[in-house]
């Protein structure tokens, strides 16, 4: 079958899979305790995906021309034996590509065994470097140093390139960033700053809370001289630097003031089966009814196509004072 492509043009490359929605922190631009508190009813076990119906739909998704998966949460890792889920997917002809995104609270246990079972490569989310900013951002008291530690046990494991995400919000975390970019310098790692985003309903985002990515490079061009480096390959969603010592490189993910929607290749399966094929979508797409029905395959993959044909999701691109209070799915449901 030939590569798809929605209204835009745009293939169909790229899957994110959350295997949960759950997850050990509270970040407030994610998950803030007001909300996702003691009473907040999680997906039971029995409307999630099973490992089975995942590799089933990652195998239909991949004849439609996917090359790469990337397991998200909420925080895989919190999902049992996910490195076994790790092992399924890596075997999967076609599949060129398979990463994993988490907070790294889990990572100095689980490196080893996400390698062993194939993974390729994984990225870690850590806000800043300041132990008080990065638990009020957390909001669960958990330490930097845990996370350096998982950092390390995954280099150690050979996942790598690592890259390092750091979300950067007004008033919470700018002024740390000069001393990420200071830490990771010749280490190999990769950082990304990511524009605070209004993701889903519940983080209280404002447009005066953004740092532009204009101004995230400028901070660090100050301390350390940057030179724009082109994309690795069309669609990459952050903007790439080096810098100009030698000493690595850092990319910007500019999703509100550099909307990069025109080459977005992306779909996004949650924990509990449903596809959006946007990260600000208002509704998803029940692929857990069709893969617990009778449908073949071959039905599936019809409907696949025909969902990704009719896509036309630009949000980013046609984001206003309005659209923030659109009722769209919470990030800690599909991933970043």
């Known amino acids: 079958m030939p590569t798809v492509s929605d209204t835009l043009g745009r293939p169909l490359r790229d899957l994110r899979i959350s295997v949960t929605d759950r997850c050990n922190f509270r970040c407030t631009y994610c998950m803030p305790k007001e909300v996702f508190g003691r009473d907040f009813h999680f997906l039971p076990a029995r409307d999630l995906l099973s490992f089975e119906e995942i590799i089933r739909l990652a195998r239909l998704f991949i004849t439609l021309g996917v090359e790469k998966i990337r397991i998200t949460g909420g925080e895989p890792l919190v999902r049992r034996d996910v490195e076994t889920l790790v092992a399924m997917i890596a075997t999967l002809p076609g599949l060129h590509d398979l990463t994993l995104t988490t907070n790294g609270s889990l990572l100095w246990r689980k490196a080893q065994a996400l390698r062993a079972a194939g993974l390729q490569r994984i990225s870690v989310s850590l806000d800043s470097l300041d132990d008080a900013v990065f638990k009020a951002m957390n909001d669960v008291d958990f330490p930097v140093a845990l996370v350096l530690d998982g ?6 494991a050979g996942l790598h390139p690592i890259k390092i995400n ?3 919000k007004r008033g919470m975390n700018e002024h740390t960033l000069v001393d990420m970019a200071r830490h990771f310098r010749g280490t190999g790692h990769i950082l990304r700053f990511i524009e605070y985003m209004d993701v889903g309903t519940t983080n209280g985002w404002r447009l005066a809370d953004v740092v532009p990515a204009a101004e995230i490079i400028a901070t660090i061009n100050a301390a350390f001289a940057l030179e724009p ?10 903007r790439r630097y080096r810098y100009a010592d030698g000493a690595g490189e850092i990319g910007v993910i500019a999703s509100v003031t550099q909307p990069f929607c025109g080459d977005c ?14 990260l600000f979508a208002t509704a998803g797409h029940d692929l857990r009814a069709l893969v617990r ?3 073949a395959d071959d039905d599936i993959l019809e409907g696949l196509e025909r969902i990704w044909r009719r896509r036309e999701d630009r949000y980013s691109q046609l984001r206003t004072a309005l659209t923030p209070d659109l009722s769209k799915v919470e990030m800690s449901r599909i991933g970043g």
């Not at 950092?151 to 150690?156: D, G």
Request: hydrophobic letters at 35%; aromatic letters at 6%.
């Open 265 to 278: 290749t992306r779909a996004r399966l949650s924990s509990d089966g449903q596809l959006y094929t946007c």
């Open 293 to 295: 029905s009778t449908a």
């Open 151 to 156: 950092i390390e046990q995954a280099r150690a």
């Open 166 to 168: 750091v979300v950067v």
């Open 229 to 238: 480096l082109e994309p690795n390959y069309p669609g990459e969603v952050a």
